[in-house]
């Protein structure tokens, strides 16, 4: 993964160089991160987050695992200002090979404002909830005739 113009990711405190933490919902991602989590003061050139079928060094050192799924966070820059975000990961171990894939991604086109990692509901999550509300209520028009 190779970060283009002032993008920066979150990273624990403890990275001198590389990486990228793996954060929990409900995460700040602004000015201002909670106490063992850091932006770099420049752009990392690689982060190796697979390597060979196994986990990569930067990623291992930062909370990531083979066949994990998992939050990180982000900053970048543009004419606006800086912007702030955060995106789901996969990381693939599977043994036809190994690399990642980016789920999703979101930031807030608000520049300098923070935004909380807070996973969406997949459709299929949704769809199957509203499903269940309908079987209830017809269930209840049922059972007052």
């Known amino acids: 993964m190779t970060e283009l113009g002032?993008?920066?990711?979150?990273?624990?405190?403890?990275?001198a160089?590389?990486?990228f933490a793996k954060l929990n919902a409900g995460f700040a991602v602004g000015p201002t991160l909670?106490?063992?989590?850091?932006?770099?003061?420049?752009?990392?050139a690689l982060i190796t987050i697979t390597s060979t079928g196994g986990i990569g060094f930067d990623a291992s050192q930062s909370g990531w695992a083979l066949?994990?799924?998992?939050?990180?966070?982000?900053?970048?820059?543009?004419?606006?200002?800086?912007?702030?975000g955060w995106?789901?990961?996969?990381?693939?171990?599977?043994?036809?090979g190994?690399?990642?894939t980016i789920l999703n991604a979101y930031y807030n086109d608000t520049p300098d404002a923070p935004i909380t990692v807070a996973p969406i509901p997949e459709p299929s999550h949704v769809a199957i909830l509203a499903l269940g509300a309908a079987g209830v209520a017809a269930w209840r028009r049922r059972r007052r005739r």
Do not use: C, E, M
């Open 34 to 44: 909670a106490t063992g989590f850091k932006f770099f003061a420049f752009a990392q």
């Open 67 to 84: 066949n994990d799924t998992g939050y990180f966070g982000f900053k970048f820059s543009n004419a606006s200002g800086t912007h702030y």
């Open 17 to 19: 160089s590389d990486g």
């Open 6 to 15: 002032a993008a920066r990711f979150v990273a624990p405190t403890g990275r």
């Open 87 to 96: 995106g789901q990961v996969n990381i693939d171990g599977s043994s036809a």
């Open 98 to 100: 190994s690399g990642y």
